[in-house]
């Protein structure tokens, strides 16, 4: 998990680092300007020159910063190291650019000059430190290159003036590098915090799924437990009335299963208990559909959007399939069979009914006990006046 917790760590640092591109353009561009509008005291030789560099620099920065926000949920940490090693290798090549420009370009025997570059040099490396102070190489990336050597520069040209910008310099940088090595260890901290917050949501989130889905099965089958099927049997009830659309549910019964037990022993009941639950869940043929093991051998299907004679004639394939398993059952009491058979009741929601969740299932119920009473392995309707149909 640590290790997760880093690669995602990495990866939110070079998507910030994209999301300050913008901020970055926007104060190469304002440097420009200001060269630009003092330009009187730049030489003009090779001024356009140096200007196009820089603008170069940026259209490459736009470039990459479009290019990586328009894949960055599909790219990999690897390929997002490449686009940062990009990102720096023009963050280097505009400061080298400004520093060339700034000592070249600039006339070296007027102190207004002296004072020109050290402006300009301030103002580049404060506002990168502040849109990059969440990370140390990439501020250094782009200060070092610029600063460096136009300090180097004010150093040897040995006049007042120069002295004084190579100070103010040095304490700036002092200053600055230690509050920005203490910012970048706090923005880290903050982003691996973020991130373990946002993995512990997810495994909470996960923990209470899984809590959920097993709280809503049976542990022996696996199908859905009796709380669950009354949830949904009372939600589609009710989506029934609001629709005026058919409901029909089954209520179904392993023969003689006690006797399984007895016979065979519980550990063989369970295994053939799962087997029919397995197969019974085979014969969802509909999404929406649902089936449940509503307690000991029995077993409920819900079926929206299914009346009576769809329900009746899904029972009947259920009830022979079953039977055509051929499942052992030596300890059955029907004479004629010696595998394994199930009874159905089945009824159907009248439609604008008031009747509840188990209402419905009670009825279903006496279908099925009417069943069992009329020699088992059949299926058996209860209508709106009692027993009306006898599938056998």
């Known amino acids: 998990m640590s290790e997760e917790i880093q690669v995602k760590s990495q990866s939110e640092l070079i ?5 300050r591109t913008p901020y970055m353009v926007i ?69 080298l650019t400004y520093a060339i420009g700034l000592i070249g370009l600039v006339p070296k025997d007027d102190p207004a000059s002296i004072y020109f570059i050290g402006l300009i040099t301030l103002y580049l490396v404060s506002i990168s430190t502040i849109i990059l102070n969440f990370s140390l190489s990439a501020t250094l990336g782009f200060v070092a290159p610029l600063a460096i050597p136009v300090t180097i520069y004010l150093a040897l040209q040995g006049t007042p ?34 991130i373990n917050k946002s993995v512990s949501e997810h495994l909470r989130a996960q923990t209470e799924q899984y809590n959920y889905e097993v709280s809503r099965r049976d542990g022996l089958t696996g199908l859905f437990n009796r709380r669950y099927f009354y949830e949904v049997l009372d939600q589609e009830m ?19 299963f006690r006797e399984y037990n007895e016979h065979y022993g519980h550990i063989e009941g369970d295994n053939r208990l799962l087997e029919v639950a397995q197969l019974l869940d085979s014969k969802l043929n509909r999404k929406g559909d649902l089936i449940a093991r509503y307690e000991g051998g029995q077993f409920a299907y819900i079926l929206p959007n299914s009346d009576a004679n769809g329900a009746v004639a899904y029972a009947s394939k259920i009830q022979k399939f079953i039977q055509e398993q051929g499942i052992e059952h030596k300890a059955t009491k029907l004479s004629l069979l010696k595998v394994m058979t199930i009874s159905i009741g089945v009824t159907s929601l009248p439609l604008m009914s008031r009747l509840t ?22 299926v058996k309707l209860y209508g709106d006046i009692g027993f009306d149909q006898d599938h056998a």
């Not at 998507?15 to 999301?19: A, K, P, T, V, Y």
């Not at 420009?32 to 003092?38: A, D, E, K, R, T």
């Not at 910063?65 to 686009?83: C, F, N, P, R, V």
């Not at 002092?174 to 915090?193: D, E, G, H, P, Y």
Request: net charge positive; charged share 15%.
């Open 15 to 19: 998507n910030l680092l994209f999301d």
């Open 238 to 256: 009710g989506r029934a009335n609001r629709n005026h659309t058919p409901l029909s549910l089954l209520l179904i019964d392993i023969d003689h």
């Open 161 to 194: 003036e120069s002295i004084i910008v190579c100070v103010v310099f040095s304490l700036f940088f002092v200053s600055t590098f230690s509050v920005l090595k203490a910012n970048n260890r706090m923005f880290k901290n903050a982003i691996q915090l973020k």
């Open 357 to 378: 969740a188990k209402d419905l299932t009670q009825y279903a119920d006496t279908a099925l006990t009417q069943a069992k009473n009329q020699g088992r392995n059949r």
């Open 27 to 95: 104060a190469q561009v304002l440097a420009i300007v200001v060269v630009y509008i003092l330009s009187d005291i730049v030489a003009s030789v090779t001024l356009h020159a140096w200007f196009a560099t820089l603008l170069l620099c940026i259209c490459v920065w736009v470039a990459a910063y479009t290019l990586y926000k328009g894949s960055e949920e599909s790219t990999t940490l690897q390929q997002k190291k490449k686009w940062r090693l990009c990102w720096l290798s023009v963050s280097f090549i505009a400061a």
